[in-house]
């Protein structure tokens, strides 16, 4: 299925035989102007429900093992980090994400925009934002152990351009005003993130809502929520084509998906299912429905501008310089601008 869709996407994109690819042409400037995934803060009124605490014992005990799962994941540093076997990956993900940051969360000189990164793990982003002017970054997590080496990322890093407060949060249950100090909330945030985290909130209403909560209250209006999400409907579709109840698991080998039972679809919240990719992740993650989302987003005053797939993504912004010059750093395109991920590489990203 995946290969399916690179096949296709060679044809469409036509690498050029040099580094330096011709000009953008109507079309690229077209897709460069065009906004890619970030919901946009309008100042419309928001008709928000507080947050209420889920009770139930299983939601706690997913949450317990996504947290503890994340706490014992060791910060392995910049050459074991080399030997992964998703090195090449995490380095195409980071290159998304660093084309979503650049392309919805830079502001212009001088620095006085601020972020907050709901969900930021061990700091992995850290660096992407120093070329945003941004002055201030706000980092939380639930996993202390993430937060605290997100702290050290940010003591190691060589440019510290910005200010930063990082803080241990159940995002999706509990208010900012519980990690963040006043001061920090003054004035309010340009752009908030939420990488790879959001499917977390998706066990219950009151997670979502609360998430949504979290991203609005101080999210200045035209300020931008920018995320990455794994893809609902791909993981649907190849559960579609499994017939067996008592064996609803797919992957390559990379990444494993397993649901105990089939998905709902009259049901938006609590559709689990556990989420494998090798060296990286090994918890209960819940599908998120992109439309209900959206709507529910909607009336928290957060209009979609666009939603794309990883790989739309690589082929629409390869074109431009910048983009290009990260790719062939990051070691994912080869002298032709085609990437280099292997099938299962590659298969893998088409779930995002
Ligand atoms: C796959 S990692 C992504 C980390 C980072 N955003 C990145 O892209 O590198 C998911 C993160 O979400 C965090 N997370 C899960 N549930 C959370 C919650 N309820 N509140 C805050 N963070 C949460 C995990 O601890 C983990 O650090």
Known sequence: ????????????????SSYDLPPLSDKDYWVYAKPLNPLRSSSSKRHASPPSNASNKKLKANQYQVTQYYNDRPDYGKDLRRKSPIFNLKNFNNWVKAVLIASFARFNPPPVARVLDIGCGKGGDLNKWTKSNIIDYVGLDIAEISI??????????????????????????????????SQWLDSKFNAVSCQFAMHYAF?????????????????QPGGTFIGTIIDAGVLINALAS?????????GNS?????????????NFYGQKYNFHLE???????YLIQW???????????????AYKPFQEVFYDQIHVKEFQRLAAHLNIIDNYGTPILSDDEWGTVGMS
């Open 254 to 266: 990379l990444f494993r998906v397993q649901f105990d039972k089939r998905p709902d679809e009259h």
């Open 1 to 16: 299925m995946f290969d399916a869709v690179r096949d296709a996407e060679r044809i469409v994109y036509q690498p050029s």
């Open 279 to 285: 060296d990286a992740v090994d918890a209960p993650e």
């Open 291 to 305: 439309d209900a989302f959206t709507e529910l987003a909607r009336s928290y005053g957060l209009e979609l501008l």
């Open 242 to 250: 499994i017939e067996d109840d008592s064996n609803m698991e797919f």
């Open 203 to 219: 066990d219950s209403e009151s997670s979502v809502r609360c998430l949504l909560e979290n991203v609005t209250k101080y999210l």
């Open 148 to 181: 605290n080496q997100a702290k050290t990322r940010f003591k190691d890093m060589r440019n510290k351009s910005f200010n930063t407060h990082f803080n241990t949060l159940d995002c999706f249950k509990e208010p900012l005003e519980k990690a963040i100090p």
